[in-house]
């Protein structure tokens, strides 16, 4: 059976646009986590680049390819220190697309990206392509990781596919700011609880092009109970992962009188006007 996992969150402000500072901050705070027995550390959204850009020409010149620069430079340090790491950053490509991304690094190099499916009209987010590829689960050697980022935490289809695919422990960095403070406090529990997974919501902190982003991430495990909950400062927080609780779906409360199983009883042939497309979303960006 696969053994127990701790993981940290890092709650971190970051500099918009100073990616050697914000670089110097992640490697830091990565080498704290490893310190505390952290085997993989969570940073928040955009975390290497900030996310405040008033237009599409300023986000993309502080986008970089995965892998790339960062990933390099953090692997070196997940070598170093035995860990994985997650962080947000924003992705640019040959093809001149520009994505909202996290990046998944570990001992051996860069492993793989998630791109944010689901964008809001703040931030860079006005100015990014969605997310064009499909949810993936990533085995670090025993725990099953899934990635999403902060809006695509609102959609419960965002978790459950993650589940399905077998993730343990879904990550979601984020950048909550002042009116977000529902999403912080609802969407994590909610999310371990209806997919009997763990989940991990790490959030940034401190002021950015006029939005204040307030913290508050937090952990729960796969029966939706808060491991720990952060408060509105920089902290870097730690709390362990069973993968094998995970993966045992099925609740038996009393043998064959009260059993639940909130992800194998499904009844996906009820379920079509979830995937009903009335439009199609490309973006908030028009030029």
Same mark, same amino acid.
């Given at each position: 059976?696969?053994?127990?996992? %701790?993981?940290? *969150?890092?709650?971190?402000?970051?500099? $918009?646009?100073?990616?050697?500072?914000?670089?110097?901050?992640? %490697?830091?705070?990565?080498?704290?986590?490893?310190?505390?027995?952290?085997?993989?550390?969570?940073?928040?959204?955009?975390?290497? %680049?900030?996310?405040?850009?008033?237009?599409?020409?300023?986000?993309?010149?502080?986008?970089?390819?995965?892998?790339?620069?960062?990933?390099?430079?953090?692997?070196?340090?997940?070598? @170093?220190?035995?860990?994985?790491?997650?962080?947000?950053? $924003?992705?640019?490509?040959?093809?001149?697309?520009?994505?909202?991304?996290?990046?998944?690094?570990?001992?051996?190099?860069?492993?793989?990206?998630? #791109?944010?499916?689901?964008?809001?009209?703040?931030?860079?987010? #006005?100015?990014?392509?969605?997310?064009?590829?499909? /949810?993936?689960?990533?085995?670090?050697?025993? $725990?099953?990781?899934?990635?999403?980022?902060? /809006?695509?935490?609102?959609?419960?289809?965002?978790?459950?596919?993650?589940?399905?695919? *077998?993730?343990?422990?879904?990550?979601?960095?984020?950048?909550?700011?002042?009116?977000? @403070?529902?999403?912080?406090?609802?969407?994590?529990?909610? #999310?371990?609880?209806?997919?009997?997974?763990?989940?991990?919501?790490?959030?940034?902190?401190?002021?950015?092009?006029?939005?204040?982003?307030?913290?508050?991430?937090?952990?729960?495990?796969?029966?939706?109970?808060?491991?720990?909950?952060?408060?509105?400062?920089?902290?870097?927080?730690?709390?362990?992962?069973?993968?094998?609780?995970?993966?045992?779906?099925?609740?038996?409360?009393?043998?064959?009188?009260?059993?639940?199983?909130?992800?194998?009883?499904? #009844?996906?042939?009820?379920? *079509?006007?979830?995937?009903?497309?009335? *439009?199609?979303?490309?973006?908030?960006?028009?030029?």
């Amino acid at each position: 059976m696969p053994d127990t996992w %701790t993981v940290a *969150g890092v709650q971190a402000d970051c500099k $918009l646009a100073d990616k050697p500072a914000n670089l110097r901050a992640i %490697t830091a705070r990565l080498a704290e986590a490893a310190g505390r027995g952290a085997r993989l550390a969570v940073f928040p959204e955009c975390a290497l %680049t900030g996310y405040g850009f008033e237009s599409r020409a300023a986000a993309a010149a502080c986008a970089e390819p995965l892998p790339g620069p960062a990933t390099d430079a953090v692997a070196e340090a997940c070598a @170093r220190l035995n860990v994985w790491a997650v962080f947000g950053l $924003l992705e640019s490509t040959p093809e001149g697309k520009l994505y909202n991304a996290v990046a998944l690094v570990g001992p051996r190099g860069y492993a793989a990206s998630y #791109r944010k499916i689901h964008l809001p009209c703040l931030g860079a987010d #006005r100015f990014t392509d969605p997310g064009d590829r499909p /949810f993936a689960v990533h085995d670090l050697g025993g $725990l099953k990781l899934g990635m999403n980022i902060c /809006f695509d935490g609102g959609f419960p289809e965002s978790s459950r596919v993650l589940a399905l695919l *077998g993730a343990d422990l879904v990550v979601l960095p984020t950048n909550w700011a002042t009116n977000a @403070r529902k999403a912080a406090e609802l969407a994590p529990p909610a #999310r371990a609880w209806e997919n009997h997974v763990y989940y991990l919501a790490v959030n940034r902190v401190g002021d950015e092009a006029g939005f204040r982003y307030i913290g508050l991430s937090s952990a729960a495990d796969c029966l939706g109970n808060v491991l720990h909950a952060a408060g509105d400062g920089e902290e870097v927080f730690t709390f362990e992962v069973d993968p094998a609780a995970a993966r045992q779906k099925r609740l038996v409360h009393c043998h064959g009188v009260y059993e639940i199983d909130r992800v194998n009883w499904r #009844r996906p042939e009820m379920y *079509g006007p979830i995937v009903e497309n009335p *439009g199609g979303f490309t973006g908030h960006f028009n030029g």
